[in-house]
Nanobody
Framework: QVQLVESGGGLVQAGGSLRLSCAAS????????MAWFRQAPGKEREFVAR????????YYSDSVKGRFTISRDNAKRMVYLQMNSLKPEDTAVYYC?????????????????WGQGTQVTVSS
């Protein structure tokens, strides 16, 4: 089992930037796809970005493409989400998640480890 702890959330003005971090501990990490999801009040959890085990392949939702960048450092067991040009609609709790070995989709059901989430609030 992998434990995930997010950090880096906060309050920022529209147009600003934040960098989220996810620290992983446990047996598996370096061989699994990792992803960020988010959940706004009253809405379902949605996919934001994912990165394969090597860090070479990434995929983003249309709503964040060109503004957010996902990266990972397997040696440090860390995953990052650099968020630029933030908009009020990016306000949500952001979750780091580990995919089940061999899976790499955007469907949350294929992720078996989740962090507790970190709040991101973007003011207009």
């Amino acid at each position: 089992q992998v434990q995930l702890v997010e950090s880096g959330g906060g309050l920022v003005q529209a147009g600003g930037s934040l960098r989220l971090s996810c620290a992983a501990s446990g047996r598996t990490f370096g061989t699994n796809t990792m992803a960020w999801f988010r959940q706004a009040p009253g809405k379902e959890r949605e996919f934001v970005a994912r990165i394969d085990w090597s860090g070479v392949s990434t995929y983003y939702s249309d709503s964040v493409k060109g503004r957010f960048t996902i990266s990972r450092d397997n040696a440090k067991r860390m995953v990052y989400l650099q968020m630029n040009s933030l908009k009020p609609e990016d306000t949500a709790v952001y979750y780091c998640a580990k995919a089940i070995t061999g899976y790499s989709s955007i469907w949350s059901g294929q992720y078996d480890s989740w962090g507790q989430g970190t709040q991101v609030t973007v003011s207009s």
